[in-house]
């Protein structure tokens, strides 16, 4: 939500308030995005109540805040999960794509709701290192940019 929403829900009068909220990219592994129709329910009962108003719904499905300040993107999410729907992702790929912001999107066949920083079955095992070089390549870890 920091990457997509305006408001400073953190500030508390404090000297940090002077600092910015805003991450300068995000990272997002099997994220739940939509709390309408791809929704993971649980996630969208935790967050919104039992009975949320479509206001509300569209006001939490990120891809819908998402806008060319929202921060450049790498995005993980496993074809097989059966918790949250690879159309999250999908989601708010489109989105960073309808805004111009820089998103690097990878789907796994394998991984389940289990994407893990290591011991991730087949090609899954690869995100780590590719999320480590479009750190770099974007400049967020060599300070290039």
């Not at 329910?41 to 806008?67: A, C």
Request: glycine share 6%; proline share 7%.
């Amino acid at each position: 939500m920091l990457g997509t929403h305006k408001e400073d829900v953190s500030s508390i009068g404090d000297s940090l308030d002077k600092e910015s909220f805003r991450p300068d990219f995000l990272i997002l592994i099997s994220p739940v995005i939509d709390l309408g129709k791809y929704a993971h329910v649980g996630s969208r009962e935790n967050l919104l109540g039992p009975n949320p108003s479509k206001d509300l719904i569209d006001k939490y499905s990120l891809y819908l805040q998402v806008t060319s300040a929202t921060p450049p993107s790498f995005i993980v999410h496993a074809f097989n999960d059966p918790a949250v729907p690879v159309r999250n992702s999908l989601l708010f790929y489109q989105a960073l794509l309808d805004s111009n912001v820089s998103v690097s999107f990878h789907e796994f066949p394998q991984g389940l709701h289990n994407i893990g920083l290591r011991n991730n079955p087949g090609s899954t095992e690869l995100w780590t290192r590719l999320c480590e070089m479009w750190l770099n390549e974007m400049g967020f870890v060599s300070g290039k940019k």
